[in-house]
């Protein structure tokens, strides 16, 4: 074996450029305000094979580099030629992955070595690494700090040569990343008869993140003697548990995977009220409850809350599931690779819903510090702009890779998410109701007996402790192990082979490997069967020497867990090795009770799956509410509102994210109606995604979502009924049926639990318990089922007085059922004289709006308090939202968009600039007396619609009962004119609002 | 009357499978998804095909080039194969992420003579912009080539959806000679600045969305079999994914199926074209 190395640079000529480098100088520039004038780039290979170098040398042409674009050089650095590299570059910096981190264009390319020399050795590796060439960098910045915004020091090393080491011919020479080898270590017992100081330091030592009740539960289990006569007959330790039970119990009962927050018994006081109550499991009582209440109503809630994802029938041949998952401290270390195992991995739940789903549409939802934050940076943190650059690539690389169109979604900016971005990512899949067997598809069917594959990506190092971590806040220690990069194309052809293997009635059960990764994915299995039996020793490994509880546990990534039944096996494998997918035998379903790992012959865990699942002890917290102080909000008496429509669209939270949202395939299946963008130059906001997933079919699924966490300032209750009355507005505005919606909650919080370092806990309970409650109440008047959600409820950076808690934030998602996807409408003003209806009207709720986080950060005004939208009349507006939706999904109104951040007049802004058309408003008769209400004022409930002159009579038919009042009308001039009565307050040009609204978010670092 | 028998290809990042096998099945072929495995492992035989159909997609996650790896597998693993469908004068299309490997594999712009050569002869690259995208495009067609997949088609809009789009060939002679050829099948173009005197200069972003040399969206061999092309047709097969159908202005065809949209054309070409021979 020896180390080759092989590089690529590109060609220049006419024509030709070197992108790779441009770009990295176009965002330097755009993020840092540098500019150079060249950045040139080397891709790098070194190949680590028993093939000789000149062998390797004579075919780089056909494999490493494209002999039409490309040079290639072998065992050299182009660096060195004069002819290639004929000026000196006055930095060069050069970037590689450090050891056991994923390198996709490594695995790429050493596939590839393999199709050239089909007899290369079977322990060939192939790692990369990138190059770049800066010119003209002066003193404009150093070269640490440029190389500091190329890599990630947590999972990339970086080889600098600055100006005088250029000039000496001394260039970076990065070298192949050996794996350190990993020790293994055969089960540790540990001793439970101990003092409690001592059981908490293990689980804080170890990471393990259980409290002291939960340790002591652990403690009583192995004191129980027909537990450890049962444990003798195995010859497992008696009276101690193994590290490998130990963590397994840690992964199984984390806040991550058991969510005891929700699942707590809850000791609520309202001191606002003086109301004394007491919750027992908030997910019971107001998530599954009213779920449960509207299942015995309708006939299409297929599988709710037990699966990997809530299934709903869509028709007689096509059912729906959809999941959303949150990736937040993984992507605050490593944005790339921790967005993208989000989106992969929310993927993964689809494709473990009932005998499996097809993954067919992603939404992805943001939450970052400001883009142009100019503060400090919380240590080991990066910059929101790098967060936002990192994430952004990882779902757009993670998602189009995996060839799923990215439909929906939105960024939201608030400082506090400085310390921890959230990053949600869903997925909607599409199942046959019933397979060619005849077994219905959301139904898993194991048997004991059955024979459980793992299949997909190996096991490694990395991605330990997963859930336990993201149970805990994030510190400047956090580790490094978990944190791991994506592997879209080995998850692909692994779906693409497990779909087939569902169709051929190979798979009795299916369920992907997350968090806790073999241990919760075979453990949770093993409930049906009430057991099985793994033997470790046979899971292949990345490396070998990892420990059997690190191979319990390690949420390596691209693996899902499949059940077959016996006579099955050979015809499941034969499907693996076709499309080239690994999938081995590691366990086999039992009924014994028992949760059994060996390792070969030796027994490493004998855990009895009831305890395992549900010996976990309810926690009993309590809550204390009393309404958070603000200054209120007073708007200013005299202020050009022309110049606030400008400013509110240049707004991070308003602004266009177009060049962002492009760079996501949203069209591939060819199925999407409404793109993530409408209007004359396809640069409008779209309110909702509608697809047609069934190619020559026009019946549609509606995707949307509601997300505003700001309100959480004034009341957690009033932001959750927020989110979901925008996720339904959003879903009217393009013509939903209302009668078959269904959503999810994702609930992202801070700590919750008061302790010495969360000294507000019980009041952040006490927003959990608010928002909950009226998600109750909302999801009740709407009639819109919670089938699926999440929570992750450690959202903060550091300890005592610098910690960062994000503000409580319940993103709210929906999908549902269109009737026919040619009747929509979209937010774009589409002909001149067509009439202007506001659905709903406006009140004084100025509260944590964003022109008063605006006016308070430029020093306008005092604070953000007052009243913040509520809703009062749920039903009401439901009745409006019926009708609504129905002249829309009729085909009579095609003009439709939502009013939130920025109220009625960024909303009919947004239409002006979808349509490149004027308008004439008239604000007057629309709600509350101020005009700052009516014009800014972010009330719910409230649609835009334009109709035409001919279908207007029939429009106000349908609406008749509903709050609806004439605007005004779309002009053919590119003027909007918005008056209150006599008075007109705002006067402005189209161009000049796109000009506002596209500049913000642009950050492509200018012409190409 | 004869149905043509479609292999849709489909493996190792392959993703538009689905929908250009439900493309082909509207204009009244037989489509079947078939893994490339099941070709060189002999489970399939691509003779049992009379169209072959490279989909859009992220074979090997376009590392080492968009369509490099894939097209190796097919240059190095079922090479007698390919030669012998091209010679049996079957249609084959590539899209996308297909294209990318029929110009990798050497089958386009393909060689002088009858034979292929497996040799490549030009490349796509990085968009300059250097983003993946995806936006809609207008694309005109070569009314003088010989493809039998764009005959009779004018100009449609059309989704581009990659970041390696962009066409280049640096040997200005054989750019030249391709030009001539009129193996030049489709260009992007500005619909509101179009001439034939013009159609070569390369267009500014968006109008074309990567900076192709003579703004060139696809390319056939010099028989017209073999065709490739950087947008994505079957994402128009409907009217209702036309971005302006929600304004009530997506482009109307004259087909029977009265949502039709622009794109479905093209794969009726190729069914029509394999009928005709086998009826």
């Known amino acids: 074996m020896q180390i080759t190395r092989v590089e690529a640079t590109p060609k220049s000529g006419e024509g030709l450029r070197d992108v790779r480098g441009d770009v990295v100088r176009r965002r330097l520039k755009a993020d840092h305000?540098?500019?150079?004038?060249?950045?040139?780039?080397?891709?790098?290979?070194?190949?680590?094979?028993?093939?000789?170098?000149?062998?390797?040398?004579?075919?780089?042409?056909?494999?490493?580099?494209?002999?039409?674009?490309?040079?290639?050089?072998?065992?050299?650095?182009?660096?060195?030629?004069?002819?290639?590299?004929?000026?000196?570059?006055?930095?060069?910096?050069?970037?590689?992955?450090?050891?056991?981190?994923?390198?996709?264009?490594?695995?790429a390319a050493l596939d590839g070595f393999r199709t050239i020399f089909p007899n290369a050795s079977q322990d060939s590796?192939?790692?990369?690494?990138?190059?770049?060439?800066?010119?003209?960098?002066?003193?404009?910045?150093?070269?640490?700090?440029?190389?500091?915004?190329?890599?990630?020091?947590?999972?990339?090393?970086?080889?600098i040569s600055d100006n005088e080491m250029c000039n000496n011919g001394d260039w970076p020479m990065i070298e192949y990343p050996e794996k350190p080898?990993?020790?293994?270590?055969?089960?540790?017992?540990?001793?439970?008869?101990?003092?409690?100081?001592?059981?908490?330091?293990?689980?804080?030592?170890?990471?393990?993140?259980?409290?002291?009740?939960?340790?002591?539960?652990?403690?009583?289990?192995?004191?129980?003697?027909?537990?450890?006569?049962?444990?003798?007959?195995?010859?497992?330790?008696?009276?101690?548990?193994?590290?490998?039970?130990?963590?397994?119990?840690?992964?199984?009962?984390?806040?991550?995977?058991?969510?005891?927050?929700?699942?707590?018994k809850i000791h609520h006081k309202d001191l606002e009220t003086g109301e004394e109550s007491v919750v027992d499991s908030i997910f019971k009582t107001h998530i599954m409850k009213p779920t449960h209440d509207m299942q015995k109503e309708v006939d299409w809630l297929l599988s709710v809350f037990h699966d990997n994802s809530g299934v709903i029938a869509w028709d007689d041949e096509w059912s729906v599931c959809m999941k959303a998952e949150t990736h937040n401290s993984p992507s605050a270390l490593d944005p790339y690779g921790g967005a993208m195992t989000g989106i992969v991995g929310v993927n993964r739940d689809i494709l473990g819903t009932g005998l499996g789903a097809r993954p067919i549409a992603n939404t992805d939802v943001f939450c970052f510090g400001p883009p142009d934050w100019q503060g400090d940076i919380p240590e080991n943190l990066f910059h929101p702009s790098r967060v936002l650059r990192g994430v952004h690539s990882g779902v757009r690389v993670g998602g189009n890779e995996s060839g799923i169109p990215t439909i929906n979604g939105a960024i939201v900016f608030d400082e506090r998410y400085l310390g921890k971005p959230l990053v949600y990512c869903g997925t909607v899949g599409l199942m046959p109701r019933k397979l060619p067997d005849g077994r219905e598809s959301h139904i898993k069917t194991p048997s004991s007996g059955d024979v459980v594959y793992m299949v997909g990506g190996r096991v490694g190092y990395d991605g330990i402790h997963g859930a336990t971590f993201s149970s805990l806040e994030l510190t400047e220690e956090s580790p490094s192990s978990a944190v791991q990069i994506g592997d879209p194309i080995t998850q692909k052809k692994m779906l693409d082979m497990l779909l087939e293997a569902r169709d051929a009635g190979l798979i009795?059960?299916?369920?992907?490997?997350?968090?806790?990764?073999?241990?919760?994915?075979?453990?949770?299995?093993?409930?049906?069967?009430?057991?099985?039996?793994?033997?470790?020793?046979?899971?292949?490994?990345?490396?070998?020497?990892?420990?059997?509880?690190?191979?319990?546990?390690?949420?390596?990534?691209?693996?899902?867990?499949?059940?077959?039944?016996?006579?099955?096996?050979?015809?499941?494998?034969?499907?693996?090795?076709?499309?080239?997918?690994?999938?081995?035998?590691?366990?086999?379903?039992?009924?014994?009770?028992?949760?059994?790992v060996q390792y070969d012959e030796s027994t490493v865990a004998y855990l009895p799956i009831e305890f395992l699942h549900d010996g976990v002890p309810q926690l009993q917290l309590e809550s204390e509410w009393s309404p958070p102080q603000h200054a209120t909000f007073v708007p200013p008496t005299s202020i050009d509102h022309n110049s606030i429509l400008m400013d509110m669209l240049a707004r991070p939270n308003i602004a266009s994210k177009e060049t962002w949202v492009r760079q996501y395939d949203h069209e591939v299946i060819a199925q999407t109606a409404v793109k993530p963008f409408v209007g004359v130059e396809r640069d409008g906001p779209a309110d909702a995604g509608v697809i047609a997933p069934i190619h020559g079919n026009p019946r549609g699924l509606v995707i949307s979502c509601g997300i505003a966490p700001r309100y959480s300032d004034i009341d957690a209750g009033a932001m959750a009924a927020a989110a979901i009355d925008e996720a339904l507005r959003n879903a009217v505005c393009v013509g939903v049926d209302v009668n078959k919606i269904a959503g999810l909650d994702n609930f992202c919080w801070p700590d919750p639990i008061q302790s010495e370092k969360t000294p507000d806990g019980k009041f952040k309970l006490a927003q959990l318990v608010r928002a909950n409650r009226e998600l109750e109440r909302i999801c009740r008047a709407y009639r819109l089922p919670c089938v699926s959600g999440k929570d992750s409820m450690k959202n903060d950076y550091g300890k005592g007085a610098n910690k960062i808690s994000i503000p409580p934030t319940l993103l709210f998602s929906l999908f549902g059922d269109h009737p026919d996807v040619r009747n929509t409408a979209t937010s774009d003003f589409k002909s001149p004289g067509d009439r202007i209806y506001l659905v709903g009207e406006s009140l004084n709720e100025l509260g944590a709006s964003e022109v008063s986080f605006m006016l308070k950060e430029n020093g306008t005004c005092d604070g953000i308090g007052g009243t913040v939208p509520n809703l009062d009349n749920p039903e009401k507006l439901f009745k409006s939202y019926s009708a609504l939706s129905k002249a829309i999904n009729s085909g009579l109104v095609k003009t439709a968009h939502d009013c939130s951040e920025g109220g009625v007049g960024v909303a009919v802004a947004e239409m002006c600039i979808g349509g490149r058309t004027g308008a004439n408003i008239d604000l007057d008769g629309t709600g509350d007396e101020s005009i700052w209400a009516r014009l800014w004022g972010e009330s719910l409930g409230r649609i835009i619609i334009a109709v035409s002159p001919e279908n207007e009579k029939q429009f106000l038919d349908i609406m008749s009962g509903n709050i609806t009042t004439y605007l005004g009308e779309v002009t053919e001039s590119q003027l909007l004119t918005i008056s209150d009565g006599y008075e007109e307050v705002i006067s402005t040009n189209v161009q000049q609002m796109v000009d506002s609204w596209q500049g913000t978010l642009d950050m492509t670092g200018g012409e190409i | 009357m004869y149905i043509p028998k479609v292999a849709v290809l489909f493996g190792f990042g392959i993703?538009?499978?689905?929908?250009?096998?439900?493309?082909f099945e509207m204009v009244?072929?037989?489509?079947?998804?078939?893994?490339?495995?099941?070709?060189?492992?002999?489970?399939?035989?691509?003779?049992?095909?009379?169209?072959?159909?490279?989909?859009?997609?992220?074979?090997?996650?376009?590392?080492?080039?968009?369509?490099?790896?894939?097209?190796?597998?097919?240059?190095?693993s079922l090479r007698d194969e390919l030669s012998k469908f091209i010679q049996d004068g079957k249609p084959?299309?590539?899209?996308?992420?297909?294209?990318?490997?029929?110009?990798?594999?050497?089958?386009?712009?393909?060689?002088?003579?009858?034979?292929?050569?497996?040799?490549?002869r030009a490349s796509l690259t990085l968009n300059d912009s250097g983003r993946y995208e995806d936006r809609w495009v207008t694309l005109e067609f070569n009314q003088d080539s010989n493809c039998i997949w764009t005959?009779?088609?004018?100009?449609?809009?059309?989704?581009?959806?990659?970041?390696?789009?962009?066409?280049?060939?640096?040997?200005?002679?054989?750019?030249?000679?391709?030009?001539?050829?009129?193996?030049?099948?489709?260009?992007?173009?500005?619909?509101?600045?179009?001439?034939?005197?013009?159609?070569?200069?390369?267009?500014?972003?968006?109008?074309?969305?990567?900076?192709?040399?003579?703004?060139?969206?696809?390319?056939?061999?010099?028989?017209?079999?073999?065709?490739?092309?950087?947008?994505?047709?079957?994402?128009?097969?409907?009217?209702?994914?036309?971005?302006?159908?929600?304004?009530?202005?997506?482009?109307?065809?004259?087909?029977?199926?009265?949502?039709?949209?622009?794109?479905l054309q093209i794969f009726r070409n190729a069914v029509d074209y394999v009928k005709s021979i086998n009826d």
Request: charge should be negative; charged fraction near 20%; hydrophobic fraction near 35%.
């Open chain 1, 33 to 107: 305000n540098l500019d150079f004038t060249k950045v040139r780039s080397i891709v790098g290979f070194l190949i680590n094979s028993d093939i000789d170098a000149t062998l390797i040398s004579e075919r780089a042409d056909d494999l490493f580099a494209d002999p039409i674009i490309e040079f290639s050089t072998t065992n050299q650095t182009f660096l060195q030629s004069n002819n290639i590299f004929d000026t000196i570059p006055d930095v060069v910096i050069s970037v590689g992955f450090k050891p056991g981190v994923t390198d996709n264009p490594g695995k």
């Open chain 1, 125 to 159: 590796d192939i790692s990369t690494y990138i190059t770049y060439a800066f010119y003209g960098v002066g003193d404009q910045a150093t070269p640490d700090f440029i190389a500091s915004k190329l890599y990630n020091n947590l999972i990339e090393r970086a080889v």
């Open chain 1, 181 to 264: 080898p990993q020790e293994f270590k055969q089960p540790a017992h540990i001793d439970l008869e101990i003092s409690d100081d001592e059981l908490i330091e293990i689980s804080e030592t170890g990471l393990l993140a259980l409290n002291l009740e939960e340790m002591k539960t652990i403690q009583s289990h192995y004191r129980d003697e027909t537990i450890q006569s049962s444990r003798k007959e195995v010859g497992i330790v008696e009276n101690q548990p193994t590290d490998v039970e130990l963590e397994c119990l840690a992964q199984t009962w984390s806040e991550h995977c058991k969510h005891k927050i929700f699942a707590s």
């Open chain 1, 508 to 596: 009795t059960c299916i369920t992907d490997n997350g968090a806790g990764g073999l241990s919760s994915s075979i453990g949770e299995m093993a409930e049906y069967t009430n057991g099985c039996r793994i033997d470790l020793a046979k899971v292949p490994l990345k490396q070998p020497g990892l420990s059997p509880w690190e191979i319990l546990v390690s949420e390596s990534q691209e693996r899902m867990t499949v059940a077959v039944k016996s006579e099955d096996s050979v015809a499941f494998e034969s499907l693996a090795r076709l499309h080239e997918v690994e999938a081995t035998a590691v366990a086999e379903f039992t009924s014994t009770g028992m949760f059994h």
């Open chain 2, 15 to 23: 993703n538009c499978d689905h929908e250009t096998a439900a493309v």
């Open chain 2, 28 to 76: 009244g072929g037989k489509s079947t998804r078939v893994h490339l495995n099941s070709f060189i492992t002999g489970l399939d035989d691509l003779s049992n095909y009379d169209i072959l159909a490279v989909p859009g997609g992220f074979s090997f996650g376009d590392h080492l080039g968009s369509g490099r790896l894939m097209g190796n597998r097919m240059r190095f």
């Open chain 2, 92 to 120: 084959i299309i590539g899209i996308c992420n297909g294209f990318q490997v029929l110009v990798k594999t050497g089958l386009l712009p393909g060689p002088d003579g009858n034979e292929p050569d497996f040799i490549q």
């Open chain 2, 151 to 263: 005959k009779g088609m004018t100009r449609i809009d059309c989704p581009v959806r990659h970041g390696e789009g962009k066409y280049v060939m640096p040997d200005k002679e054989s750019l030249t000679k391709l030009s001539n050829n009129n193996q030049i099948t489709v260009r992007y173009i500005d619909p509101n600045n179009y001439t034939e005197t013009n159609r070569d200069e390369v267009l500014p972003f968006p109008q074309s969305p990567n900076g192709s040399m003579m703004n060139i969206a696809g390319i056939s061999d010099k028989t017209g079999l073999v065709f490739g092309l950087m947008p994505h047709p079957e994402a128009i097969y409907a009217q209702w994914l036309h971005p302006d159908f929600t304004r009530g202005a997506a482009p109307k065809t004259e087909s029977e199926i009265s949502w039709e949209g622009q794109g």
